[in-house]
């Protein structure tokens, strides 16, 4: 779909710049070879809140929560805090709630009513 984009783009004559702006824009979404999805941390203004509706009740989570911002030294780097897990049926697909979920919520597991509860963390 994207070469032919690419191509039509060429037939009309539209400028090269263009094409290589948005190949370069979408080369930068891919996924890296490495696993880790790189962002943009001046992006972070810009990006969505991402929530998960668990039994009817949202559970919302700024750029800030997952993204994660790590310093050192005199660079910065932000990764995405969500990692593709790709589990085929029957066993998926599915989501674990990892630590950028559970530092947002606190998490109470009833193993003996068989019930997982989440509340705001605090601090």
Known sequence: MI???????LKQHKAKDRIFKYVDE???RLPDPTGKSFINCDDMGTMPDVSFNIGNKEFPLSPE?????IEDNCATVCLSGFAAL???PPQGPLWVLGNVFLGAYH???DSANLRI????AVG
């Open 117 to 120: 509860g989440f509340a705001k």
């Open 86 to 88: 790709d589990v085929p």
């Open 3 to 9: 070469v032919f984009w690419i191509q039509v783009q």
């Open 65 to 69: 929560q997952y993204v994660l911002r």
């Open 107 to 109: 998490t109470v597991f």
């Open 26 to 28: 979408l080369c930068e």
